[in-house]
Nanobody
Framework: QVQLVESGGGLVQPGGSLRLSCVAS????????MGWYRQVPGKQRELVAT???????NYAESAKGRFTISRDNAKNTVYLQMNSLKPEDTAVYYC?????????WGQGTQVTVSS
C-alpha cells in the first residue's frame, strides 16, 4: 500500500493562493489515479479534484476555474494549485491514490482561509 504525505497547507487571506503537494512512496505512481478531497468537522469528505494516470482531470463545481490539479510522475507527486481562495474552502485536504490494489489516503493538511 502506498504512503501519501501532504504538505503546503496553512493560513491564507481570502483571495489568496496556496499550492498543496502530495508525495507518494514506492513504485507505480504513474499507474495510479490521484485525487484531492477535503473535509470539515461534521461533514462528509468531498471530492475536490482528480487526475487519472493519463492526465485527465475532473473538478468539483466549487473548484472549477479556481483550482488546478497536476502531477509529476518523475517526482511521484500530485499538486493542487488553489487560487482565489474563499473562507468556505477552509478544510482539511486529503490526498488519495487509487489503483487495482485499492486506495490509500494521506494524513491531511489544514487549509484555513480567513482575514
Amino acid at each position: 500500500q502506498v504512503q501519501l504525505v501532504e504538505s503546503g497547507g496553512g493560513l491564507v487571506q481570502p483571495g489568496g493562493s496556496l499550492r498543496l503537494s502530495c508525495v507518494a512512496s514506492g513504485s507505480g505512481f504513474s499507474r495510479k489515479h490521484m485525487g484531492w478531497y477535503r473535509q470539515v468537522p461534521g461533514k462528509q469528505r468531498e471530492l475536490v479534484a482528480t487526475i487519472t494516470r493519463r492526465g485527465s482531470t475532473n473538478y468539483a463545481e466549487s473548484a472549477k476555474g479556481r483550482f488546478t490539479i497536476s502531477r509529476d510522475n518523475a517526482k511521484n507527486t500530485v499538486y493542487l494549485q488553489m487560487n482565489s481562495l474563499k473562507p468556505e474552502d477552509t478544510a482539511v485536504y486529503y490526498c488519495n491514490a487509487v489503483d487495482l490494489l485499492g486506495d490509500s489516503w494521506g494524513q491531511g493538511t489544514q487549509v484555513t482561509v480567513s482575514s
